[in-house]
């Protein structure tokens, strides 16, 4: 699968439990949407998966990727610590000169 640089380092960020290396991944106005809550910038984005990895210690396994544009779809596998586990979630990216500028999290 042909993932964009900055997704990859999205994924190995999230499945090595780094959350510094996981929101150097997005710009500094960027908005994160999961679980009905909105994550905006870059330090909050670090807060929220900080707290996330200490809950879940989920990790990824891409399975599909499309592209339109600025716009795509990671559907990938996540396994962790939580009820119901593994299941599979859709990331919503908008990325713009490299950098993502928004990621929502669909199930």
């Known amino acids: 699968m042909n993932l964009p640089k900055v997704i990859t380092e999205l994924i190995n960020a999230q499945n090595n439990f780094d ?29 929220w998966i900080d707290h996330s990895n200490k ?13 339109n544009g600025t716009s795509s779809v990671l559907t990938a596998e996540c396994s962790g610590t939580f009820d119901g586990s593994p299941i599979i979630l859709q990331f919503h990216f908008d990325i713009v000169d490299g950098q993502i500028e928004s990621l929502k999290v669909t199930g």
């Open 19 to 47: 959350s510094i290396a996981y929101a150097d991944c997005f710009s500094e106005t960027a908005v994160v949407f999961d679980e009905g809550k909105t994550h905006k910038g870059r330090v909050e984005i670090e807060r």
């Open 55 to 67: 809950n879940y210690q989920a990790v990824m396994k891409p399975l599909e990727y499309t592209e």
